[in-house]
């Protein structure tokens, strides 16, 4: 597809269950951002992929969450005994480049019961 | 790190109208983006602008980097142009680290 892809769009899990949560960028497109946005809130980095470098993983907020990308490919985002507080939207975006124009994903909604 | 301020935080607005958003930023960027989030929470990239002005259709935006500020112009209001208006600068020590405002949340009235 010509956009950033993420899959699933809804996940229902229960506390303390993992979940894995998928991103394929734009085709070509370098750089690979995650963001997660709680109800009604701003957006909140969690993490970013350039092409072969260490990713900037500043923005994830435990031990419980984890990233990885294949290549320039697909990324996927993993989060561990999932809490409650963990409810919320996340959101890849992929650009041509490190700071290029971010396009985004439709978002993962995901839901701790 | 950076501040971003986004104001007014709400807006309501007649169809027809035009508008001014406002965002403030605290240090030197050179990397500044204008989003829209519509209703169903989808992020549509609108401007990508650093300096300068840039026109898009009834959207156009402005940003004096020397200043730290940004303004994105909507003219002639739709009812579709709803949704939150956010933006992001790049914090100056990361290449990826944009840092968003916490957005302005326009209403636009039939």
């Known amino acids: 597809g010509a956009g950033v892809s993420q899959s699933p769009s809804n996940k229902v899990t229960e506390k303390g269950k993992d979940v894995e949560l998928r991103c394929d960028p734009i085709?070509?497109?370098?750089?690979l951002y995650w963001y997660r946005q709680r109800l009604g809130q701003g957006l909140e980095f969690l993490i970013y992929?350039?092409?072969?470098?260490?990713?900037?993983k500043s923005g994830l907020p435990s031990d419980r969450f984890s990233a990885e990308r294949t290549g320039e490919s697909v990324s996927t985002l993993t989060i561990q005994r999932t809490q409650q507080e963990d409810s919320a939207v996340y959101l890849c975006?992929?650009?041509?480049?490190?700071?290029?124009?971010?396009?985004f994903g439709n978002g993962t909604r995901l839901t701790v019961t | 790190g950076i501040q971003v301020e986004q104001s007014p935080p709400d807006l309501i607005l007649q169809e027809g109208a035009n508008s001014t958003l406002r965002c403030n930023f605290s240090?030197?960027?050179?990397?500044l983006q204008w989003f829209h989030q519509n209703p169903w929470g989808q992020l549509i990239n609108l401007f990508y602008?650093?300096?300068g002005t840039k026109q898009n259709g009834r959207l156009s935006a402005t940003t004096v980097a020397t200043e730290r500020y940004s303004l994105l112009y909507i003219s002639s209001s739709q009812t579709t142009d709803s949704g939150v208006y956010f933006c992001a600068v790049l914090d100056g020590g990361s290449q990826g680290n944009l840092i968003f405002g916490k957005g302005t949340k326009l209403s636009v009235k039939p």
């Open positions: 240090d030197s960027v050179n990397n």
């Open positions: 085709s070509g497109h370098t750089a």
């Open positions: 602008i650093p300096s």
């Open positions: 975006a992929s650009s041509l480049k490190g700071g290029g124009a971010l396009h």
């Open positions: 992929f350039q092409g072969n470098s260490a990713p900037d």
